[in-house]
């Protein structure tokens, strides 16, 4: 049973430039959620999907945004990318039925702007 | 505002010593709390979940407990080895939060043999 997924693993961009970062959740779950954890700090949440809808964000810009697909991966895009938006990207998954449950996370992918 | 706390940020033993990680959190109408693991420059390993109506957790060498009265957990590591060397992270999912997570910055554990 495949955990959670995330694609690429590393990535370098510059500073003004578009990226995409995708997440496939442990099979049987339907909720994808985006955290950012700049180094030396705890993960923040960036955003929630589940059936295809954003269904809670946290305290990120616009430049941030996402998707789910019917298969319910996930998609992150940054636009105009900053120095700041340097850090790793993780993705968690979760069944989404029966209540808040234990979130598994993937193993992220390090996002380097220069 | 909803926070979570975990002191001190890294904390440095010998081989074999049982220790004591703790993370408070700031309300106590949680979902849950949940105990990762990171080791560097990876992805968060999910320790112990500790529901909100429960009191502890166990899995190995490893004992959550929870009081939401107090907003405290400790996560209690027996006869510690080098290889629970990582990052520990307390993370706390808050009613309304729709299984947002909340993070502390984390408690860098290194092991000596």
């Known amino acids: 049973d495949a955990g959670v997924t995330q694609s690429p693993t590393h990535l370098i961009k510059t500073r003004g430039q578009q990226v995409t970062l995708r997440c496939s959740p442990k099979s049987g779950h339907d909720t994808v959620s985006w955290y950012q954890q700049a180094l030396g700090q705890g993960p923040q949440f960036i955003f929630q999907?589940?059936?295809?809808?954003?269904?809670q964000r946290g305290n990120f810009p616009d430049r941030f945004s996402g998707h789910q697909f019917p298969n319910y991966s996930s998609e992150l895009n940054v636009n105009a990318l900053l120095l700041g938006d340097s850090a790793l990207y993780l993705c968690?998954?979760?069944?989404?039925?029966?209540?808040?449950?234990?979130?598994?996370f993937g193993p992220g992918t390090r996002l380097t702007v220069t | 505002k909803q926070e979570v706390t975990q002191i001190p940020a890294a904390l440095s033993v010998p081989e074999g010593e049982n220790l004591v990680l703790n993370c408070s959190f700031t309300?106590?109408?949680?979902?849950?709390l949940q105990w990762f693991r990171q080791d560097p420059g990876k992805g968060l390993t999910s320790l112990l979940l500790?529901?909100?109506?429960?009191r502890e957790q166990t899995s190995g060498r490893l004992n959550a407990s929870l009081d939401k009265s107090s907003g405290r957990s400790t996560l209690y590591i027996a006869a510690s080895q080098p290889g629970d060397s990582a990052t520990y992270l307390c993370a706390v999912n808050y009613q309304g939060g729709s299984e947002k997570l909340v993070f502390g910055k984390g408690m860098k554990l290194t092991v000596n043999p």
């Open positions: 309300d106590s109408a949680i979902y849950n």
């Open positions: 968690a998954s979760t069944p989404g039925q029966g209540g808040p449950g234990e979130q598994y």
């Open positions: 999907y589940y059936e295809e809808e954003e269904r």
């Open positions: 500790i529901q909100s109506s429960q």
